[in-house]
């Protein structure tokens, strides 16, 4: 049971690297993990994995239920604890709340962690559990609205990664060439707004507004829905009306944005086809050929 | 700086046992913490909790900011994942958000702890943020209508401790003498629901249902405002509604809860005076005394 031992190369984990390797296994669909399962799933020896689910249970990290593990109410309270005390959430919420009330559409904000975004809060009714989200979930970055929307006001050096990680087909609307993905992103600079009409999910349609200044955007808010596309362009200036209020709330209106003429970035867009489109019907019967 | 140091005293600690310890430094209001505060806070070695906080920064369960320190996106997606594999939680999440919808007020999870509550969930919309609560938030149980919901349909191993670790006031409203605080439980088994008018927070009303079948509670839905008690009492058959809902979504309509009459579990209540009444309203006149 010791062929998956990770401690035979490299130099050894210390105990809280094996710890993390643990509790990485339960970042899955499947709740409940056995030992074995463990074992399996984090590369440990079964001794070295045996001892540290004894000790996450004692300090309540995970939780025993016979044979079975899960994750605990200690990690509940310390993740919860996280994005309390996270300032951008805490700025965010009153205003999220206030767009899921003002639309009735599930709300999400959202950053930007390598090639794929994290949802750091879900605001939503009984009726959204349809999309396939949750905070402290991920998705790739290149096929949601929220991660476009960052991508857009970001260097290249975030942008290529995306790329080169490779924009894998999800669902048949998904853009999968590098050239119409920096057009896309092109668009939504042109635009202040990107949307996802079933890129990443089919029957999940989305608007997302970057969260910024005058620079590059450091997380986005957006609302989602299934099969409301037209309802998305008419909300879509009430979500960037919700970016710059909760920009404000952070650094002050002093650092409010600015004139949209003024507050196109010098990203590296040059060689980037930007046809001319006036207002968003015309930009939406354009993005058709995706 | 070394004054504090826990590991000259009882058995080493592990290294899981010390990251633990600093982890919990950031359980507390202040969301930064320096090295001389978490040493403080942790009673570690200044060199330990150093190491350590670079190794948990490593992990991304904490995230430094020059000098500061503060809880991660990685601690924010392990207790996201420990709070989407709660059974309970998904259980529960439709139910709560259609109780929040009819409702329009606050509408929390909770569990027992100890002697505390924990909210597993907690969904509300703009104007909720008064309501003094966060998902993996505690309280003291005895001043909550959650709490008081789930200890009446407890053992007394689980009560006894609560009115043992003391029963200190909250508000001028709080019920802090054991025999009152036991005919207060008498009377939610009576009624099936528990009321909280101001007990644990001046302005804050709520109204909690058991999470049980026939015997024992393993949770409660409350719902809470601020000022609006009268309200409270009209939609108390939605919180028990949406409790018995829950409990059908856990273990089916086969052990739904049974008559009232029949549910009033063999519970330690001998002794306790139990005033005679009738209806909701008669009870809230004999609560007055509060």
Redesign the interface.
């Known amino acids: 049971m010791t062929t998956h031992a990770v401690e035979s190369e490299g130099p050894p984990l ?4 094996k ?2 390797k643990v ?1 990485s296994a ?2 899955t669909a499947q ?1 409940r993990l056995t030992l074995t399962e463990v074992v399996q799933r984090s590369g440990l020896p079964r001794s070295s994995a045996h001892r ?1 689910l004894d ?2 249970v ?2 309540r ?1 995970l939780e025993r239920e016979g044979r079975d593990y ?18 951008l959430r805490r700025a965010a ?2 205003h999220l ?2 767009l ?2 003002s639309t009735g559409h599930l709300v999400h904000l959202t ?1 930007l ?1 390598g090639t794929e975004v ?1 949802y ?1 809060e879900r605001i ?3 009726h959204d ?1 349809g999309v396939p989200s ?5 998705q790739p970055a290149y096929c949601t609205a929220a991660g476009k929307a960052i991508l857009a006001f970001s260097d290249a050096t975030l942008v290529e990664p995306v790329i080169r990680h490779g924009l894998r087909p999800r669902t048949p609307r998904t853009i999968t060439r590098p050239e119409s993905f920096r057009g896309e992103l092109a668009r939504v600079r042109e635009r202040g707004v990107a949307f996802d009409y079933e890129e990443g999910f089919q029957g999940v349609f989305c608007v997302a507004a970057p969260l910024r200044g005058a620079g590059r955007a450091i997380a986005s808010i957006s609302v989602c829905g299934n099969g409301a596309h037209r309802e998305l362009e008419r909300i879509a200036p009430a979500v960037l009306g919700c970016a710059r209020s909760v920009w404000q709330a952070m650094f002050g209106p002093g650092r409010r944005t600015r004139k949209r003429t003024e507050s196109t970035p010098p990203l590296p867009t040059a060689g980037v086809p930007q046809p001319a489109m006036d207002n968003m019907m015309s930009w939406l019967r354009f993005s058709e050929w995706m």
């Not at 210390?14 to 690297?17: A, G, V």
């Not at 899960?70 to 996270?86: D, F, P, S, T, Y």
């Open positions: 210390s105990l809280l690297e710890a993390a509790l339960f970042q709740p540290i000790q996450l004692q300090q990290w899960r994750l605990g109410i200690g990690m509940l309270e310390l993740g919860a604890m996280a994005a309390h005390h996270n300032r919420l009153p709340h206030a899921h009330e950053v962690d994290v750091l939503g009714g009984s559990h949750r905070v402290g979930g991920r």
